[in-house]
């Protein structure tokens, strides 16, 4: 089974740019997880999607949003980008089987702003 | 005080030994437990997750809970170089099953 895959892998934009991140989960997983790592805050939880709603989201401004479609595939999208945003983003799927809910993470997009 | 906490480490040990990797968490209702390994520069791997008290074995490696005292702990027997790596613990919440509380890290050396 292909694991999750993520695109780009890297990207480097300019403060005040937006920027969109996507993400296919493993074949058969419905739930789309996104994190943001950095080597001040470590690993953070943005939001979660789950049959294209989301279901739960992070302390995270309004400039970070996602979306889920139809065959689970997810995307990022944060706009007025800022230096700070600068880190890896990762994206986890999950199978959300009725009692066990592991997390499977993706390579990672990681985001440079100048 | 932190959800999750971590020793940062660098945690040293020989190769062959055994190396104990602890975590404590903050909320009682935790459900959760997840460790992951994480080599420089690449994403997370899941390596273990538990969720009863007690302990589950996994080819070299062993998770431990007790929800009483509130941690979490790995044990790696027979340590090897390639286990070199940050060693994440990660918990859930009731009714936010998807979101993980990761702790810091704790770096692990593994020497020969």
């Known amino acids: 089974k292909a694991g999750v895959t993520q695109t780009p892998r890297y990207l480097i934009k300019t403060r005040g740019q937006q920027v969109t991140l996507s993400c296919s989960p493993i074949?058969?997983?419905?739930?789309v997880s996104w994190y943001q790592q950095t080597p001040g805050q470590g690993l953070q939880f943005l939001f979660e999607?789950?049959?294209?709603?989301?279901?739960n989201k992070g302390n995270f401004p309004g400039r970070f949003s996602g979306r889920q479609f139809s065959n689970s595939r997810s995307e990022m999208n944060v706009s007025t980008l800022e230096l700070g945003d600068s880190a890896l983003y990762l994206c986890a799927s999950s199978p959300q089987g009725p009692i066990y809910n592991e997390q499977f993470f993706g390579p990672g997009t990681r985001l440079t702003v100048l | 005080q932190k959800e999750v906490e971590q020793n940062s480490g660098p945690l040293s040990v020989p190769e062959g030994a055994i190396a104990s990797l602890n975590c404590t968490y903050s909320d009682r209702g935790s459900q959760s437990f997840f460790w992951y390994r994480q080599y420089s520069g690449k994403s997370p791997e899941l390596i273990m997750f538990i969720y009863s008290n007690g302990d589950k074995e996994d080819g070299r490696f062993t998770a431990q809970l007790n929800k009483a005292s509130q941690y979490v702990s790995l044990l790696i027997r027979d340590s090897q170089p390639s286990d070199s790596a940050t060693y994440l613990c990660a918990v859930t919440q009731p009714g936010t099953a998807s979101k993980l509380t990761f702790g810091t890290g704790t770096r692990l050396q593994v020497t020969l």
């Open positions: 074949s058969g997983h419905r739930s």
């Open positions: 999607y789950f049959s294209e709603t989301q279901r």
